[in-house]
């Protein structure tokens, strides 16, 4: 049995071999507490990230997204699917973030990262999820998303992410930006706020708690607070772009 290391407290993971060998792993419950019950092994399917969208944003929220260009989802996902994705995002190789050519990283973002693809078994069913989520503003505000991206970021203490937009100038195939969190117990404190200029120019301050989904217009400017302790997220974006748009999946 792997014991996976993270920034929350150690999970218990029965799986032989790293992520992408074993489809799915087994999810159990630290077993040292004695005043656990017995607990059932778990197959992490991806019926565990259904989320009903429609009722999570109804049309209130949807104008508030509208009129000013981000909102905050709380308590999105299954304790199930919350733990697998903190699991998968504590003992996976994180590896050093790009920028432009010519810049120093260290200088603009200090986060680690890791792109989700079909191996990562946790963050692709969150990519499903974000599909639906994605096929829900595509008929409700003619988003025209084709296809959803996203990647695990680890920000060190003492790092952050300076001011930008996710779309570079003169581009725009990034339509809206969404941000998972994944810690628990966070304080103010601790740092690592995202801060984002909304439409209207006002600045506002969200903490990274776990189970949070915080989305905005991709070209609203934002940006990382220096974290105070380890900080884990899921980076996403719903974009116009790309040969194969993506494939619903009933959930």
Excluded at 122 to 135: D, K, P, R
Excluded at 211 to 237: C, E, G, K, M, P
Aim: proline share 4%; charged share 20%; net charge negative.
């Amino acid at each position: 049995m792997t014991q996976i290391i993270s920034n929350l407290d150690k999970t218990a993971l029965v799986v032989d071999h790293p992520i992408g060998q074993d489809n799915p792993p087994l999810l159990l419950p630290d077993t040292h507490n004695d005043s656990q019950e017995i607990p059932t092994q778990h197959v992490l399917q991806i019926s565990d990230f259904a989320v009903d969208w429609e009722d999570k944003l109804m049309n209130k929220q949807l104008d508030t997204f509208v009129t000013d260009g981000w909102l905050i989802v709380d308590d999105v996902f299954s304790s199930t699917a919350l733990l697998a994705l903190q699991a998968e995002s504590g003992f996976i190789d994180y590896r050093d973030a790009e920028l432009t050519a010519g810049v120093r990283i260290s200088d603009i973002r200090g986060d680690r990262i890791r792109w989700i693809t079909e191996d990562f078994f946790a963050g692709y069913y969150y990519l499903q999820s974000i599909n639906t989520l994605a096929s829900l503003f595509n008929r409700s505000l003619f988003a025209g998303i084709r296809h959803s991206e996203a990647h695990y970021a680890c920000y060190p203490t003492g790092f952050g992410y300076q001011w930008h937009s996710d779309n570079p100038a003169g581009r725009d195939e990034r339509v809206i930006s969404a941000v998972f969190y994944l810690n628990d117990d966070w304080e103010t404190a601790d740092g690592g706020a995202l801060e984002v200029v909304d439409k209207h120019g006002v600045h506002h301050e969200v903490m990274p708690v776990a189970n949070r989904l915080i989305i905005f217009d991709s070209d609203l400017r934002h940006q990382v607070q220096t974290a105070h302790r380890q900080r884990y997220s899921i980076a996403t974006w719903m974009r116009r772009d790309g040969l194969v748009p993506f494939v619903e999946v009933a959930v």
